[in-house]
C-alpha cells in the first residue's frame, strides 16, 4: 500500500441521469506513468475531475499519498500535491514566464497583505531550475505567454506542474493542438519526468504516444474501465478493440 | 537549434524583433503631436508653442504653457489613475465623476468656515451643530469614507451578484449624482477652512497626481496586489484555477478607484474654493479616454500607469494646443472623441497584428 500514489474504489459520477462513471477502480504506483485512453464521453475527463475537487463525486471513495481524501476544489487538490495541465490552458497571455509559473502562490520579500512585495527575483531563478529540471527551452523568460507558440506555451503549463514539489501530475491531452516538433518538445518533458521519478496520468487518443512514453493503458468505455493493462502485454490494435467495445475486458479484469 | 538528451529542442529568438513597449508609442505621440503645434506655430502664427519667446523672461521653454498643460490634466488624471487598475483588471468604471461630484459635496460641508468678513457662513451647513472650523484631516477622512463606500458597492456587486461592470457602475453614475444634488438641495457649498483650500493651491494638484501615479506604478509593477490585476484582465479561469480569490481581489480594485475619485473631489473643491452638484460631470470618460490613449487595453490585462499620464499629457497638449491656435473649445471635443476613437482601433490592430505574429 505505501508506494501507491492515487487509488481510486467505486468512484462514481451521475449527471442527473447520465452515469458519467461507474464505478471506477484505479491505482496509481510511484514513478508510474499511467495512460488514460477511451473514445469522446467515455468518462476520462469526468474521471480526472472527480480526483481533482472540480466536481464533487456521487459515490465512492479516494486515497491520495496515503491518505482518504476529499476534496472541495482543484485549489485543495493542488495544495495536496495534484498538479493538472488542463486541456485549455490555465495561463494568463499578458503575464511573463515567472509571473504565470508563480501564479497565486507569488513569493514575497515583504508580507503586506495584497499589497505584499514580489521577490522577482527569487521566482525568476526557480523558473530557471524548473525549467532546467523539466528540459523545458523557453527563449525568454522576460516575453509574455502571449509572444509563445502553441508548444512554449504547454511547456509552460507543464514546467508549472514541476515547479512545485507535486506528488501527481495529470495531463489532459497535452499536445492535441500541437505541430510536430512542439509535440516531441511535450513528450521529450514527460521522458524527463519519469526519470525523475514523477507519477503521471496522461489523457491522450494518441495511440504513438502513449505507446512511446506510459508504463501501463488504462481504457474507458461508457464511463467504465473496460482494460487496464501493462504497455508490453498489449498493442495498438487490441487498445482500439476495447476503445471501440470490439473487446469487452470484463472477463480479463475479474482475472487479474 | 540546440540538442538535448532528448533530441531537438529550443526555439530560436531574435532580441530585436522584441515589441516596443507601448508606452513608448504613446510618448512617440506626445511627441509628434507637441511637434506638429509647434510647426504650426511657428508657420501660421509666428509663435513658439513650446519655447519661450518673450524677452523679458528668463526661460528656455515657455514654462507658464507647460504648468497649464498638466495643472488642468492633474485632477482627472488622479482619477484615471484608479480606472487604469480596474480596466487593467478587465473592469471599467463609469462612476468616478459622479464620485467626484458627491464626494465634494460631502466632504465640502465638513470643511467650512463658521464666519465669512465677521458675518455668519451663509452656506455652512453644519453652523447649527458648531461643525465649522474643523481640522482638515476631518473633511479628508469623510471624502475617503464616501469613496470607500461607493468603491464597495461597486466592487460587491460585480464581484458577488456578477453583473457586468458597465451596468454596475452606470447605477453608481446615477445614483452618486443623485445624492450630490440632495445633499444641499442643488446649492453650491462654499467658503472652506484655509487648510482645506491649500490642498489644492497653486501646483499642488500637480504633486498630488504624480506621487500618486507614481506609488500606482511601483504597486502594480512590484506587489502580488498588481500581478493579479494583469492575471484577471488577461485570463480571469486562468486566475481563478491559480487560486487567486477573484472577488475580494474586484472589491478591493473598485474600492481604490472610488478612494482616488474622492482625492480627486477634495483637490478640485479645495482648487474651486466650492463645491457644486455638477462637479465632475464626464470625468469618467475623460479619464477612461487618458487610459485607453495611453495604451491601457479595454480588454483587460496590458496598459501601465506611466502610459496614462503620458495619455494624460497628451490630453492637456491638445486642450492647451487649441487654445494656442485660437481655436473654439468645440473642436477640442470633436478632436478628442476622434483620438479616443483612434487609439482603440490602434489598440485593436496591435492586438491583431500579434495574434498572426506579425
Redesign the interface.
Known sequence: MSDIVLKTENLTKHYGGVHALQEANFELRKGEHVAIMGDNGAGKSTFVRQITGVEQRTDGKIWFDGKEVNFAGPIEAREAGIETVFQNLALADDLDVPSNLFLGREKVLFNLGPFSILDRKAMRRATEAALIRTAVKIPNLSSTIRHMSGGQRQCVAIARTATFASKLIIMDEPTAALGVQETAQVENIIRTLKENGEPLILISHNMRQVFDLVDRIVVFRRGRIVANLRKQDTDGNDIVAYITGAKTGQAELQAA | M?Q??????????D?KK??WPAEFNVFLALVILVGAFELIGRVFLGDSFLFNTRENVDAIFNEQRLQIIILQVSIVGIIAIGVTQVIICGGIDLSSGSIVGATAMIAMSFAQVATVNGNPNPKAMFIAYGWTDLPVIVPLLVAIGCGLIAGLINGALIAYTRIPPFIATLGMMVTARGIAKWWSKGQPISFPTDSFAAIGKGLMPVIIFISLAILFQL?LS????G??C??I???E???R????KIAN?KV?VYVIAGILASIAAVVLSSKNLTAQAGMGVMYELDAIAMAVIGGVSLSG??GSIIGTVIGSLIFGVIISGFTFLRLDAYYQEMVKGVIIVGAVVLDQWRQRR?AIGA
Open positions: 540546440s538535448t538528451s532528448h533530441g531537438i529542442g529550443g526555439l530560436s529568438y532580441a522584441r515589441p504597486i512590484y506587489t502580488r496586489y500581478k493579479h494583469y492575471a484582465g488577461s485570463n479561469d486562468a486566475a484555477m491559480s487560486g487567486i481581489h478591493l490585462g496590458r500579434r
